[in-house]
């Protein structure tokens, strides 16, 4: 069923499609490392730089793996076309922020502890999926599309509203801060190093102290130590979110959800209540999603501009670069655009500042200026332009563009999605007992 | 090779060979009265009355437009009849959804087969049971409730290969359903709804599109079946197959029922000769 290449790329296509996915997990892990170590190298860095460097792109391919995982669950098993992503990861966000943030900050929340809060934000995410599924599920395809890109749209512009900047329900003031956005509670990593982990200016901990210690020896800081513990705590947190949808896709639910996607009628015709299946799929793909959003966030700002629908649009190429309906895929996907697509620019632009003279200085302010000095062969200022702080984003954007169009021409089930995984709670690959009953 | 069996409860209670042995089983099976339904001006189902009784392979013919596949998807709840009735089993399931259906024993297969491409055909086969366990989000995947759901699949996989089996289908088992030639997916639906364990089943021509020799093999089955208690109501263009293996036959001309009896009967019938002539068939 997959798309076949020619010429080398088949040799290439047929390696990969003969390993096991344990094994394309490490390979992927270890080729990513690797690279973005050869990159730091070039860049100069020393210890310290290298590991920020790979504790920075482990954080966003955990952070992507999850959502990927969440949206996989919901399309690439159920065909469930949800464009409201980050509408989801929004609500997640911004109800742990107001259940959890101190009542004296600004905007103030309910100081609650915020294991309260990230189970909160999730329920809330959860809960509202499952309120927005019930008139969506009337739809298909195309417009549940519409639908839930417009209730992301009206949740992001709720937030963002004044009139929610700062309120007061009962006596209780809440607020979302409107559009300067809400100071989240502090990363709750902070807990294992800092006497204090409230404050920014706590000493720390006797551990806290032994270990950074142990690590400013070597050239690495107190911050990226503390970034680095709670990378390798994501992982962790993608191992069970992976772990878990792995569980319901291999069962009869699971087995469901793909008959769903394949022809809904068939299911219903056969006992299934389907809107039933689509309903709990909403709930549990929001409610991860919404988790993602707050491990994403956590120690941060919660900004309506992360929530604005290129986010959703981001979650879906990696979906599609991983392959649908493919769980150790949907990893890939998250690890490899989080990486590759979303940090590489970045790199791009920093190697190229530091090797080339691209002319920063006079980089040009529109695309006009940059692409005219092209007819006298002067590439410099497009490169400026491209490379530019402002534009890094959009050579983003044109690399994603690039990357569709190939996937899509040679092989458009993604890496794995051609690997359907097994619907069923027992291997289905041999009859047990043999050739008689 | 008898019909395939599960040892689950759920579907215990509504195994065909139990209906034959209580005190039900006098009354029809399916009783249809009066079922109306149109399309803008199109009357398609017109005040169509007919009863199927158990244990019958009951034939359902008529001329193209009759209202066959729509009486079809009245019965099974896939469309709502505008006026009328079906009674299933002494339950009146009048616009009942098909998954409601389906659950109290009533299934369909479509005129057009309609596979799940991308599952394979023993996932399709094991889509089907009634009761499962692991359909319930929190038991497919909370450990130690989990093994029960195992245990389940374990006799689902088992039962599902047996069906394949008696179908001859079973070399097939681990292909995608979207490789199956038109026979085979013919077949593979008929797996399928077995597999839900139905008290009845509605074929709607269950033998378009397969060779002679699958097509005796089929109805050999359909027989079998028959014998093991299921109840079929057929729909199909072949007269052969209808006159010969069929037993009543209801003859439906322009949405109401024509004719119903015997098939020679029916065969020798003027009024169905005049319907099928006017339609130049």
């Known amino acids: 069923m997959s798309a076949r290449l020619d010429g080398p790329l088949a040799a290439a296509t047929e390696w990969f499609d003969g390993r096991s996915d344990a094994a394309l997990l490490l390979m992927l892990a270890a080729g990513l490392y690797a690279l973005f170590t050869l990159v730091s190298l070039v860049l100069g860095y020393d210890l310290g730089g290298i590991v920020n460097t790979l504790r920075r792109i482990t954080f966003l391919s955990a952070i992507y793996a999850m959502l990927v995982l969440a949206l996989n669950l919901q399309w690439g098993y159920t065909g469930l076309f949800n464009l409201g992503v980050a509408g989801f990861m929004a609500i997640g966000v911004y109800t742990m922020g107001m259940l959890s943030t101190a009542p004296t900050t600004s905007p103030p929340g309910l100081g609650l502890p915020l294991p309260v809060g990230i189970a909160g934000g999730v329920l809330a995410a959860a809960l509202v999926g499952t309120v927005a599924s019930l008139p969506a599920l009337r739809l298909r395809g195309d417009y549940l599309a519409i639908v839930t890109l417009a209730f992301s749209e009206i949740v992001r512009l709720t937030y963002r509203s004044p009139v929610f900047e700062t309120f007061s329900v009962g006596g209780v003031s809440l607020g979302t801060g409107g559009s300067t956005g809400m100071s989240l509670p502090t990363n709750p990593i902070r807990m294992l190093f800092y006497e204090n982990p409230q404050e920014v200016t706590s000493p720390p901990s006797a551990f806290g102290e032994a270990v950074f210690g142990t690590f400013e020896a070597i050239g690495v800081r107190a911050p990226v130590v503390e970034g680095t513990a709670y990378a390798i705590v994501l992982l962790v947190f993608v191992a069970g979110v992976y772990g878990l949808l792995r569980r319901v896709g291999n069962s009869p639910f699971g087995r469901v959800l793909k008959a769903i996607r394949e022809d809904e009628t068939v299911a219903s015709a056969l006992g299934k209540d389907t809107r039933l299946f689509k309903i709990k799929v909403f709930a549990l793909g929001c409610g991860l999603m919404g988790l993602a959003a707050i491990l994403w966030r956590i120690g941060g700002l919660a900004s309506t501009e992360d929530f604005r629908p290129i986010t959703t649009f981001y979650v879906f190429v990696a979906l599609i670069i991983g392959g649908a309906g493919s769980n150790t895929g949907s990893v890939m996907g998250g690890a490899v655009f989080a990486s590759l697509l979303f940090e590489g620019p970045n790199f791009v632009r920093r190697v190229a500042t530091q090797y080339f003279d691209v002319g920063f200085g006079q980089t040009p302010n529109t695309i006009f200026e940059a692409v005219g000095p092209l007819a006298s062969l002067d590439l410099t200022p497009l490169l400026a332009y491209t490379l530019s702080d402002v534009n890094v984003s959009a050579l983003r954007l044109v690399l994603l563009g690039v990357v569709l169009v190939y996937l899509i021409q040679n092989r458009p089930e993604g890496l794995l999605g051609h690997r359907t995984e097994t619907a069923a709670s027992v291997d289905l690959g041999e009859r047990p007992g043999g050739e008689e009953r | ?281």
């Open chain 2, 1 to 281: 090779m008898t019909t395939p069996s599960t040892d689950t409860d759920e579907a215990a209670t509504s195994r065909p060979a139990a209906a034959t042995e209580d005190g039900t089983t006098g009354a029809p099976l399916l009783q249809v009265r009066n079922l109306r339904k149109s399309f803008g001006g199109i009357t398609a189902v017109d005040g169509a009355t007919f009863d199927v009784d158990r244990g019958t392979i009951t034939g359902l013919i008529g001329p193209n437009g009759a209202g066959k596949s729509t009486t079809f998807d009245l019965v099974t709840g896939v469309q709502t009849p505008d006026s009328g009735q079906v009674i299933f089993d002494g339950t009146d399931t009048t616009g009942w959804r098909p998954h409601r259906s389906a659950n109290r024993g009533l299934v369909r297969t479509f005129q057009i087969a309609r596979e799940l491409d991308e599952m394979t055909v023993l996932e399709n086969a094991m889509l089907a049971p009634r009761g499962q366990l692991g359909e319930q989000l929190w038991r497919a995947v909370l450990p130690g409730v989990r093994d029960e759901v195992v245990k389940q699949e374990e006799r689902l996989r088992e039962q599902a290969w047996e069906t394949l089996e008696f179908l001859e289908l079973d070399h097939l088992a681990e292909e995608y359903a979207g490789g199956l030639s038109g026979g085979q997916r013919k077949l593979l639906e008929l797996a399928r709804v077995l597999m839900l364990e139905p008290e009845m089943i509605l074929l709607d021509e269950p033998l378009a599109g397969v060779n002679p020799t699958l097509e005796t093999k089929l109805l050999e089955r359909l027989h079998a079946l028959r014998d093991d208690g299921y109840t079929f109501l057929l729909v199909e263009h072949d007269m052969d197959v209808i006159m010969n293996h069929c037993e009543p036959v209801i003859v439906l001309h322009q949405g109401s029922v024509l004719v119903e009896g015997p098939p020679e009967q029916v065969k020798s019938d003027d009024r169905v000769l005049e319907a099928y002539l006017g339609e130049d068939v």
